[in-house]
């Protein structure tokens, strides 16, 4: 039987989130423990691009996540008292998808202004795996150095590039090819998209 595995997740304001949706499905269809913080911007463009109502939160998190198995936990922003936020809490890891620069540049700078950036330092900290997919263009010399920063306290940057050559024909393949990079990453087994030199 599978081995439980235990990871955050955190969705920011980028334009994307989409791609936090269906890594967060999943993780919990392949039967992981999630741990999920969502921004408050990213409640915003969970309404601008998926249509979601966010006045009903607790609803969407069930309707979109109950579905693809147990396991979901949400923590609020604020929720400093929430197990993510201690050293002493066992993950095995971390991935903020899609990631804005001002949360990058947050982490970057170990603000912990609120509970994502503080999981993320503690992530850093303890030497576990950090995942950043920024999804921003064009890139300032702020952007790409904050990533610099990030690359060298231990932390992988994922950006927001699927490839084409599985030849995708649809949206849902361009998004599953960038959620499966991400799985990849996780040291987790998926079948989201054709790897290059497979039949």
Same mark, same amino acid.
């Given at each position: 039987?599978?081995?439980?595995?235990?990871?955050?997740?955190?969705?920011?304001?980028?334009? !994307?989130?989409?791609?936090?949706?269906?890594?967060?499905? &999943?993780?919990?269809?392949?039967?992981?423990?999630?741990?999920?913080?969502?921004?408050?911007?990213?409640?915003?463009? *969970?309404? =601008?691009?998926?249509?979601?109502?966010?006045?009903?939160?607790?609803?969407?998190?069930?309707?979109?996540?109950?579905?693809?198995?147990? !396991?979901?936990?949400?923590?609020?922003?604020?929720?400093?008292?929430?197990?993510?936020?201690?050293?002493?809490?066992?993950?095995?890891?971390?991935?903020?998808?899609?990631?804005?620069?001002?949360?990058?540049?947050?982490? $970057? =700078?170990?603000?912990?202004?609120?509970?994502? /950036?503080?999981? $993320?330092?503690?992530?850093?900290? /303890?030497?576990?795996? *950090?995942?950043?997919?920024?999804? &921003?263009?064009?890139?300032?010399?702020?952007?790409? /150095?904050?990533?610099?920063?990030?690359?060298?306290?231990?932390?992988?940057?994922?950006?927001?590039?699927?490839?084409?050559?599985?030849?995708?024909?649809?949206?849902? =393949? *361009?998004?599953?090819?960038?959620?499966?990079?991400?799985?990849?990453?996780?040291?987790?087994?998926?079948?989201?998209?054709?790897?290059?030199?497979?039949?």
């Amino acid at each position: 039987m599978k081995d439980t595995k235990i990871f955050t997740v955190g969705i920011t304001g980028a334009s !994307g989130v989409i791609y936090g949706v269906r890594l967060v499905q &999943e993780l919990l269809k392949l039967k992981n423990q999630v741990h999920l913080v969502i921004t408050d911007a990213g409640w915003q463009v *969970l309404k =601008q691009e998926l249509d979601w109502d966010t006045q009903k939160q607790e609803e969407l998190l069930n309707t979109n996540f109950a579905i693809w198995g147990e !396991g979901l936990n949400y923590h609020h922003l604020r929720d400093f008292h929430a197990p993510i936020a201690s050293g002493s809490f066992q993950t095995d890891g971390m991935v903020i998808i899609p990631c804005s620069m001002g949360t990058l540049s947050g982490v $970057a =700078q170990g603000s912990s202004g609120n509970l994502l /950036e503080r999981a $993320a330092d503690v992530v850093l900290k /303890e030497g576990k795996k *950090l995942l950043v997919v920024p999804r &921003e263009t064009p890139l300032n010399v702020i952007h790409i /150095e904050n990533m610099l920063k990030l690359s060298q306290a231990g932390a992988k940057i994922l950006p927001a590039m699927p490839g084409f050559y599985h030849k995708p024909t649809n949206l849902s =393949q *361009l998004i599953d090819h960038l959620v499966g990079k991400v799985l990849d990453n996780l040291g987790i087994e998926h079948t989201m998209f054709k790897r290059w030199g497979s039949d």
